[in-house]
């Protein structure tokens, strides 16, 4: 079983930062087999893709993120980061941390953290 657990969210006001955390673990985790990603969903939609990077440090984001977004991980802490910037109300959301196995596609998912974009 794969634990996944997500970190950092808060309120912050347009134009503002946020950085997210995520540390996955298990009991036989390999983190280097993960591919790790950033989804998010507000109130009344469906849950969106954000940001997702490989072992590899290959990236890939949703479009309204390029050049907002920078997800980044550290393979020696089993840890991935999302830096938000120049944040908009419409980035308000529940952000969820996944870990994606690279050859099975098995999905672990983390309980979310809230970011607030507000005046």
């Known amino acids: 079983q794969v634990q996944v657990v997500e970190s950092g969210g808060g309120l912050a006001q347009p134009g503002g930062s946020l950085r997210l955390s995520c540390a996955a673990s298990?009991?036989?985790?390999?983190?280097?087999?993960?591919?790790m990603g950033w989804y998010r969903q507000a109130p009344g939609k469906q849950r969106e893709l954000v940001a997702t990077?490989?072992?590899?440090?290959?990236?890939n984001y949703a479009d309204s993120m390029k050049g907002r977004f920078i997800i980044s991980r550290d393979n020696a802490k089993n840890t991935v980061v999302l830096q938000m910037n120049s944040l908009k109300p419409e980035d308000t959301a529940l952000y969820y941390c996944?870990?994606?196995?690279?050859?099975?596609?098995?999905?672990?998912w983390g309980q979310g953290t809230q970011v607030t974009v507000s005046s």
């Open positions: 996944s870990a994606r196995h690279m050859t099975w596609g098995t999905d672990y």
């Open positions: 298990g009991s036989i985790f390999d983190f280097n087999w993960y591919t």
């Open positions: 990077i490989t072992s590899s440090d290959s990236t």
